[in-house]
C-alpha cells in the first residue's frame, strides 16, 4: 500500500512548515530537475549549485505553495528561470564576451563551443546592418563605444528618451533575429544575454 502523500497533502504540509515533506520532495525530484539543468549548464558544480537554489527558494517560499495546482510543473518553472538566472550572470556574460574577444585563444573554449559563438556573433553583426540608420548609430555607440544613454543623447543631439527607445528596438529586434536565424541551444541563451543591458 502506498502511503505516500499526493501532491496536494505534500504542498499543505509544506506550508506549515513540514521539514519531512520538503525532504521527501526533495528525494522524488531532485534527479530530475538535476538533469533538465544539466542538458543546459554542463557544469556538475553549477548545476548542483542551480539545484540547491531551486530547493531553497522553494523552502523560503513554501507559504504560497497552497496556490499551486501542479506541484511537478512548479517545480520545473522555478528551475527554468534559476537556469535562465544563470545565463544572465555577470560570470557567464564575462566568460562569453572573453571567448568573443579577437585575442581570445581557441585553447581557452571548446572548439565547438567557440566556433558556436562565433556563429552568433555573425548573426548578431547581420542583424545591427538590419537596423535604421540612426538606430545602428545608437546602437553601436553604446554597445561597442561604451558610452551611456546621456553621453549618446548628447553626442547625436536627442533626447535620452528617444536613446533608450532606440536601444529597446535594437535589442528587440537582435534578440528576435537571433532566435530566427539560430539554433536553440544553450549557448544561444547565453549569447542573448549580452543584449539584455538594453531591455
Known amino acids: 500500500m502506498n502511503n505516500l502523500p499526493d501532491d496536494a497533502a505534500m504542498m499543505t504540509n509544506l506550508c506549515h512548515g513540514d521539514s519531512a515533506s520538503f525532504v521527501l520532495l526533495y528525494e522524488q525530484h531532485a534527479g530530475e530537475l538535476y538533469r533538465y539543468i544539466y542538458l543546459f549548464i554542463r557544469s556538475k558544480e553549477d548545476a548542483e549549485d542551480i539545484l540547491q537554489n531551486v530547493f531553497t527558494r522553494i523552502w523560503m517560499k513554501r507559504e504560497t505553495l497552497g496556490e499551486v495546482r501542479s506541484m511537478r510543473s512548479f517545480l520545473f518553472r522555478v528551475t527554468r528561470n534559476q537556469v535562465l538566472n544563470y545565463f544572465r550572470s555577470a560570470k557567464v556574460k564575462l566568460r562569453v564576451q572573453k571567448m568573443m574577444a579577437e585575442e581570445d585563444a581557441p585553447g581557452n573554449a571548446d572548439a565547438g563551443e567557440l566556433l558556436q559563438y562565433k556563429q552568433y556573433y555573425e548573426l548578431a553583426k547581420d542583424a545591427i546592418k538590419k537596423l535604421p540608420k540612426r538606430r545602428q548609430e545608437v546602437f553601436r555607440l553604446s554597445h ?45 541563451l547565453v549569447f542573448l544575454t549580452l543584449f539584455e543591458n538594453y531591455r
Open 144 to 188: 561597442e563605444g561604451g558610452l551611456n544613454t546621456h553621453e549618446i543623447a548628447d553626442q547625436l543631439h536627442i533626447s535620452s528618451s528617444a536613446v533608450k527607445q532606440h536601444l529597446y528596438a535594437a535589442s528587440d529586434f537582435i534578440r528576435d533575429y537571433l532566435q530566427k536565424h539560430g539554433d536553440i541551444t544553450a549557448s544561444l
